[in-house]
């Protein structure tokens, strides 16, 4: 069965304390890994897809990275608007509809 | 550029009573559609599934139903709500198996 772990639950930053967020996963025929952005209320916001161990990503203050079995968001020098629960989701592959398996997530907030 | 739309935005319904809730798509053809369930603002289960007019795939049992009508319309129903029910229902969008893009949601209060 696939299992997705995100640590911490909650992180608690000042502004510019730089961080990472953590998403451990068991995927059989690992396809891609994608990161999410979720708003209060809010649907979740496409971040980023990973596809292959080593690949890495950035957009703004945010990097994803991928291994085998973890992936990673690094936030550098966050500012309070990047305050959202993080998601992740691997995706297996061998289905035609992308199954996501999602973390329960991480809760960022970032104290001014 | 492709739009996801989901109605109503919030919903209190009491228990027993019939459900229903619309996701459309504009922008693309031939999507993928997906219902998920989020509860206590965490955690997204997939409901179900759909890649194409009138296929519907459930991924656990319950008390709600899918339909899609056109090729960009997608809607979650229930006869009889349930207590259990309760929670931020998510409609998303894909082109085959690739990005799913995520509608505003709807919050669905069963008293």
């Known amino acids: 069965e696939d299992q997705v772990t995100q640590s911490p639950e909650a992180l608690r930053l000042q502004e510019g304390e730089s961080s990472s967020l953590n998403c451990s996963y068991t995927?059989?025929?690992?396809?891609?890994l994608f990161w999410y952005r979720q708003d209060p209320g809010k649907g979740p916001e496409f971040l980023f897809t990973l596809y292959s161990a080593g690949e890495e990503k950035e957009k703004e203050r945010l990097k994803a990275t991928l291994t085998k079995k973890e992936s990673f968001l690094h936030i550098t020098a966050p500012k309070p608007e990047d305050s959202a629960t993080y998601l992740c989701?691997?995706?297996?592959?061998?289905?035609?509809?992308?199954?996501?398996?999602f973390g329960q997530g991480t809760i960022l907030t970032v104290h001014p | 550029s492709q739009t996801i739309h989901q109605w109503p935005a919030t919903l209190v319904q009491p228990v027993g009573s019939p459900l229903s809730l619309e996701c459309t798509v504009e922008g693309t053809s031939n999507p993928n559609l997906y219902w998920y369930r989020q509860a206590a603002g965490r955690g997204l289960q997939l409901l179900f599934y759909?890649?194409?007019?009138?296929?519907i795939s459930s991924e656990v049992p319950q008390n709600l139903s899918a339909s899609r009508p056109q090729d960009r319309q997608f809607i979650l129903s229930s006869k009889k709500l349930l207590l259990s029910d309760s929670g931020f229902y998510l409609c998303a969008w894909s082109q085959g198996g690739d990005t799913q893009y995520f509608g505003p949601g709807t919050r669905l209060t069963v008293l």
């Open positions: 759909s890649v194409g007019i009138g296929q």
């Open positions: 989701a691997p995706v297996a592959g061998g289905t035609s509809y992308g199954k996501l398996t």
């Open positions: 995927v059989s025929g690992l396809r891609g």
